[in-house]
């Protein structure tokens, strides 16, 4: 599959301990020599302008173009940011040479005197990933845990295994870093993508794995990294299909196209793990006879998302996103899945009546 080669000639190009180490303390000596000389200091980063992110139909192509960020100046970032940067990229040479793991939380929390807010410290740590042009995994800084696996799979982690079709309506909390877990299918014929949480428990509650088999992943939200890379091997290593359930509104197609194309937001490593899943809801004709009670009208923000998700290649350039984008913007108005009555056999009916099993390419498009 293309977008598993892609994933395979990314991971070929990881840097090791050393390499990163000697790469901060180059950038450091250039940073102190330019102060020495009375020249503002400047570093380069992976650049997220046009001409270097390439979106198509097939997904999104980070190039080689690094921009160029100075400490003062015309063109340069606030002396404030600069420095919270160099701060980030201090406190990632420890972590890696001492050879720690923390998460993301620990991390802003060691620096909370400098930063005024958790997205403050992501926003530069995201810089620092763009500079180094390396996994986070291997900066040993991990997102907190953010998803849960149930069904018809097992989970090896380290001495424990854990038979997911055992577990209560949680499911089984999948770390930040899913590098030392691995997956085992008990029959599994698809992987279901669910966007949040609440709608995971209500599946999980009524063990919708009894009636077709599968692997249900949440991702609570937008998903992190680690989520995303657990979808993509599961999708690889059983080889079945992945189907994804989402909320009617631009927010949940523009989460399922996270999982499909990943996101060029966090360099080359944002779209390294994808999966090729397939929209399994909610659509139009799946909502349109839903009692008006339940949909609410849009927001400004849902607009302006509709025009920026009909302005992406991948969904221009495949009609049935791009029809069921324009329809929703037209109607202008949006529902939860909660508000679908007898949510699991909505699913049940969907998955059987679409026949993923037995002709999975026939729906390659939706």
């Avoid at 990881?14 to 200091?41: F, M, Q, T, W, Y």
């Avoid at 691995?182 to 949040?196: C, H, N, P, Q, T």
């Avoid at 350039?317 to 699991?344: C, G, T």
Wanted: proline share 3%; aromatic share 10%; with cysteine.
């Amino acid at each position: 599959k293309q977008w598993y080669q892609r994933r395979v000639a990314i991971t070929a190009g990881d840097a090791d301990a050393p390499a990163i180490l000697s790469k901060i303390e180059h950038l450091i000596v250039d940073i102190a020599c330019s102060l020495s000389r009375n020249e503002s200091p400047k570093y380069t980063l992976l650049s997220k302008r046009r001409s270097n992110v390439t979106h198509s139909a097939d997904g999104i192509t980070l190039g080689e173009e690094r921009s160029e960020v100075e400490m003062f100046g015309r063109n340069g970032v606030s002396t404030l940011k600069f420095s919270k940067v160099i701060q980030v990229l201090s406190l990632v040479y420890k972590i890696v040479k001492e050879g720690q793991r923390v998460t993301q939380r620990d991390a802003y929390y060691s620096l909370s005197m400098i930063f005024t807010s958790q997205n403050d410290f992501n926003n530069c740590f995201n810089d620092v990933l763009r500079i180094l042009d390396v996994p986070r995994r291997h900066l040993g800084v991990f997102a907190a845990p953010k998803g849960s696996i149930a069904g018809s799979v097992k989970v090896l982690h380290g001495t424990e295994d854990i038979d997911c079709l055992l577990l209560g309506k949680s499911g089984y909390e999948l770390p930040g870093d899913p590098g030392n877990l691995k997956f085992e299918s008990l029959g599994a014929r698809y992987i279901l993508v669910v966007e949040k949480d609440a709608v995971f428990k209500t599946l999980c509650e009524k063990v919708i794995w009894n009636e077709v088999p599968c692997v249900m992943i949440t991702g609570r939200g937008y998903p992190g990294l680690a989520i995303r890379e657990v979808v993509s091997r599961c999708e690889h290593d059983f080889n079945i299909p992945v189907l994804g359930l989402f909320d009617y509104n631009p927010h949940g197609l523009q989460i399922f196209l996270t999982y499909r194309f990943g996101s060029a937001r966090m360099g080359r490593e944002g779209i390294q793990h994808t999966a090729n899943i397939q929209w399994l809801g909610l659509h139009w004709f799946d909502v349109k006879d839903v009692d008006a009670k339940h949909f609410k009208k849009f927001s400004q923000k849902d607009k302006q998302v509709c025009d920026s998700l009909l302005s992406q290649p991948f969904v221009n350039q495949n009609h049935r996103y791009f029809n069921e984008v324009a329809q929703m913007k037209r109607h202008s108005v949006k529902l939860e899945l909660e508000s679908i009555e007898d949510l699991k056999q909505f699913v049940v009916d969907k998955i059987l009546k679409k026949k993923f099993f037995s002709n999975r390419d026939q729906y390659a498009e939706l």
